[in-house]
């Protein structure tokens, strides 16, 4: 018996060498070897995985959810993958925050697993979402090469040698483009006497006062909390803000010596109020402690009261808002857009991609509330026109941002991996082609701008209409005052909600000026505290902004 087992062994042992031999062989093969593994774990990657993904993404205003678009680009991605079922179950813009912040209220981790994450900045803080940055690190098996080689990062804003120098993570994934912009009705500003959009802020207002005069409204938009806050209210609001505030960066841009300085950027910065991208984060880093320092000691521009530019800020959007159609406090923005597509207003808050999408919606009685649609009319764009007086710093901006937000909930290993699978396959030349085509042959989904994907070719009617939309700078993302305290306190919802009510009557001229800004400044300093807390910091972490604070529960 012990003679035989000894044969066994040594038999599998000459085995063993043969096929290592045979192996080594193949290693001749012309493809590269690297490519051959990649194909293997790409074939792995087609066979071997298991399990569920959820998708629930949240709709655009004035935008459907998509859900046909992702339906087929899961289909694809399933017949890829056998052994995965994909569900896309998203949702519409409004009660979208609502509904995201619920899945995570019991304690218990959610069932849904990619998500739009923009919206929940205190999840975020909480570390709810996986951190890309290790998998753009790794091999994508749809692409046979690094997942990060196939972003334009620089056009995303990322800068990975600085993530990591910080210890940052990057939890949600934003390739796709927004350029927000007016969207008007070219007949009812010939009826009104212009051939052409105004240049100025003041020309705009003049030309909603002739548009009135007809029996228009000049301007659609919400006015609901979700508007003001996180929908088109709010960026209308934080865009002209950002015109009298851009020396915040004087106030918090990283200094020698600060955790958050990265020399290579921070080293050559200088001010430069003309350049529009020039404290952007692809040119200077920022130390969040210092405009939190800053609403604490009361620091120009980070306070309201006291300073002229919030009082002209908020009185010139006291006249804009004039122009919104009556009642608009407790419209919606996808109500908002309807007045738009009917006719009965001049222009709203739109991108790029109601090019596509505003001649789809004329025929949507889903859309318009009108039985068989209405009737189409010609519609043109214009970027926000700057405000000329003798306190604002610089021409305005608009935001004109990657986007996306796409996050993956926080899971175990093996989900998470599969998640990443999901979006590889998706950022993908073969899974974006799933999309694109998806997305031409949509009646409510659009493309809002050009993607960062390096490996995608657009189709020619597509990059022809992006390239006619003239850049103007982008200040979403920044922790510039206009962000951090022009429509209440940075993202402390107690705050904000507090904020909405009182902005509200102020745009209904049931206060001054003066009361709007001296109430929603007791309402900063009474919040404070609590407001930095839910970011998991103290004053006493104000007195060193230059270190890193601890970290707490």
Known sequence: MKKKMHLMVVILMIL????????????????????????????????????????????????SSGQDVWDSV????????????????????????????????????????????????????????????????????????????????????????SYKAKGD???????????????????????????????????????FEEIKKLGYSPFTI?????SLWSGKAGWAIRIYADQYFRDSINVIHSREGDYTYFEPLDGKWEYDPTNPYNDNHSEVTTNHLRFWKAIAEKQAPYV?????????????????????????TGMSDEDAYKQFLTGKAATFLGDPSSFWQLPKD??????????GGVEPFEFGFYNFPTIKDDLVQADVRTIHIPVGFYSVVAKDAKQNALNMDFLQFWTSPEGYGVYLEAVQNSDNK?????????????????????????????????????????????????????????TQRFFSNEISVDEYIEQSQANIDEDLEDALKEEGLELSDLEHVERKPPERK
């Open 362 to 371: 004329f025929g949507d009685s889903s859309v318009t509330g009108s039985d």
């Open 446 to 502: 659009s493309l809002t701008g050009p993607p960062a994907l390096k490996d995608i070719e657009l189709p020619q009617e597509m990059a022809e209409a992006f390239s006619q939309f003239e850049s103007i700078g982008n200040m979403e993302g920044l922790m510039n005052a206009s962000n951090i305290m022009a429509r209440g306190l940075h993202n402390y919802q107690p705050n904000i909600q507090d904020w909405v009510v009182l």
């Open 169 to 207: 993570e990057l939890s949600h994934l934003n390739f796709e483009s927004v350029q927000v912009m007016w969207v008007y009705n070219k007949d009812i500003l010939a009826e009104a006497g212009y051939d052409a959009p105004p240049e100025t802020f003041e020309e705009m207002i003049t030309m």
């Open 304 to 328: 309201l009261t006291g300073d002229d530019r919030w009082k002209a800020l908020y009185e010139n959007l006291q006249t804009l808002f004039s122009f919104a159609p009556d009642g608009y």
């Open 16 to 63: 063993s060498l043969f096929l290592a031999a045979c192996k080594g062989d193949t290693a001749t093969d012309t493809k590269p070897q690297d490519n051959k593994n990649n194909n293997e774990q790409a074939t792995e990657n087609e066979k071997g995985l298991e399990g569920k993904i959820r998708i629930s993404l949240q709709g655009i205003a004035g935008q």
């Open 222 to 226: 919400g006015g609901n909390a979700n």
């Open 74 to 161: 899961a289909n694809a991605y399933m017949e890829k993958n056998p052994g995965v079922e994909v569900i896309v179950d998203n949702k519409p813009a409004d009660g979208y925050k609502e509904w995201l912040t619920a899945q995570f209220a019991t304690g218990d981790v959610p069932e849904v697993d990619i998500v739009t994450s923009n919206i929940v900045p205190n999840l975020i803080a909480d570390k709810k979402f996986v951190d890309y940055i290790p998998y753009l690190e790794q091999n994508n098996p749809y692409t046979n090469k690094a997942w990060k080689d196939s972003f334009d990062l620089d056009s995303m804003q990322v800068n990975l040698d």
